[in-house]
């Protein structure tokens, strides 16, 4: 089972440097996009009391994987890493 941790995410932004580990990485980004997309259809498909917050954060964040793994297919490994700072940052990973 994959977590969804900052240092998850720090872990997988140092491997984006070695190049023999970009396609781990690119799968890994896969997955947690899965996760991250599966959260936002819940959190829209029934409102809690927490209000549209709670989806509009996880759409923020689906964004940031989609542009993280549009970077990583062009070959940009340094605007995936670039990104995947702002997700942590943006989700307040700790």
């Known amino acids: 089972m994959l977590l969804i941790t900052r240092d ?3 872990s997988l932004r140092a491997d984006l440097a070695r190049p023999a580990q970009v396609n781990r990485c690119r799968e890994e980004l896969r997955k947690m996009l899965e996760i991250k997309q599966a959260l936002l259809w819940r959190a829209d498909a029934g409102t809690c ?3 549209p917050v709670v989806a509009n954060s996880f759409f ?3 964004q ?3 542009k993280a793994l549009e970077a990583l297919d062009k070959g940009a490994a340094g605007t995936a ?3 995947l700072e702002e997700l942590a ?3 307040d990973y700790a």
Do not use: K, N, T
């Open 60 to 62: 923020a964040e689906v």
């Open 49 to 51: 009391c927490a209000g």
């Open 81 to 83: 890493a670039s990104l």
């Open 89 to 91: 940052a943006h989700a």
């Open 64 to 66: 940031l994987l989609e």
């Open 8 to 10: 998850r995410i720090d």
